[in-house]
């Protein structure tokens, strides 16, 4: 199995991962058979069951076979010397002319009369449809209209109640959608700061380059094969006593989330958490608290832009640093660097 993967998924990209971390995520359940996944990032793509040795067969158990359970062999009744069992009327010669006289003059139905129930059942039915059909053509013209406006109600309250349920699942996933969409608590320009009482956030840059990555066989850094679009930012510590928690590893696509103009999502190519090979050069690893008063710096890698557009809207969510809600910057395509001319 190749050294170096990338994962597929809710339509991001994450990697690269070595062998190790690929089977780590199947073991803990994030990666099952069917899930894509490419020795380079740009494809083919190919099911995660389909990588020989990535998953192990579970362990075939041997069918036992239950033990056959011995029963006691049912014994013969006996019966009792000195009660000898009476032979039957039939079978007493003392009756064995009346029971001549029986055979020859009684017939056999009269020891088993035939069984009229179905024919009985199906008389009634057809009884049941004949006085229905009656009713309807022949009847007066109340009880013709009473069987048809009974179905015509019918059919009214189920296309009623039908418009109703679908009413409300609209009404119901507009308010989830509208939900979904908090309003961001600050909305800034390219180089501004978010500051609140614990944190302060700025996004410094935006510029179009191969991304430096450190990780893998080499120990020295090495430039992505891909330009890609690389947003740096300055993340400060305001408490004088408290360290700040930072969180922003494997879900990181929840934590940055970037669209352009007419709402394409612009996917986040590579993330520095704890549990990854490889690093960002220039990116502050997650599990890294900040110390008091102090500042860090961290970069987000995106996918390039589409040509023609116009700006760009880089959301935060400020869970990021402990907090509730979110912050939108706005940056217009002509302050990204090296993107002019695409």
């Not at 900040?290 to 869970?319: A, C, N, R, W, Y």
Request: charged share 20%.
């Amino acid at each position: 199995m190749a050294s170096i993967w990338f994962v597929r998924g809710g339509g991001k990209v994450y990697g690269p991962l070595d062998s190790a971390k690929l089977k780590q995520l199947v073991s803990d359940g994030k990666i099952d058979q069917t899930t894509e996944i490419a020795q380079n990032q740009n494809g083919p793509w190919v099911p995660a069951g389909k990588v020989k040795g990535l998953f192990e067969a579970p362990p075939v158990t041997p069918a036992h076979a239950p033990k056959p359970q011995a029963y006691a062999a049912p014994q013969p009744y006996i019966p009792h010397p000195l009660a000898p069992i009476a032979p039957s009327p039939a079978e007493d010669p003392m009756f064995a002319p009346i029971v001549s006289v029986m055979r020859r003059t009684l017939p056999t139905s009269t020891y088993y009369p035939p069984k009229k129930n179905g024919t009985i059942a199906l008389v009634v039915g057809l009884c049941s449809l004949a006085s229905l059909a009656l009713g309807y053509f022949a009847g007066r013209e109340h009880v013709r209209y009473q069987i048809r406006s009974s179905f015509e109600d019918a059919g009214k309250t189920f296309v009623k109640d039908l418009q109703k349920e679908i009413g409300n699942a609209f009404s119901e996933n507009a308010e989830e959608s509208e939900e979904k969409k908090p309003e961001p608590v600050a909305k800034l320009a390219l180089g501004k700061t978010y500051d609140s009482d614990k944190a302060a956030i700025t996004v410094k840059s935006a510029m179009i380059e191969r991304p430096a990555i450190i990780g893998g066989i080499s120990p020295e850094p090495s430039q992505h094969d891909e330009e890609c679009l690389v947003m740096a930012l300055a993340i400060r510590n305001k408490d004088d006593r408290k360290q700040l928690n930072v969180t922003y590893e494997m879900s990181s696509d929840s934590v940055f989330k970037l669209c352009d103009d007419v709402g394409n999502d612009i996917q986040i190519m590579f993330f520095s958490g704890g549990d990854t090979q490889y690093k960002m050069v220039g990116a502050h690893p997650s599990y890294k608290d900040i110390d008091p008063e102090q500042s860090v710096d961290h970069v987000i890698v995106f996918s390039m832009p589409l040509p023609k557009t116009k700006s760009l809207s880089l959301v935060i969510d400020l869970g990021l640093i402990g907090q509730e809600g979110i912050i939108q910057y706005a940056i217009p395509i002509v302050a990204v660097k090296g993107f002019a001319g695409r």
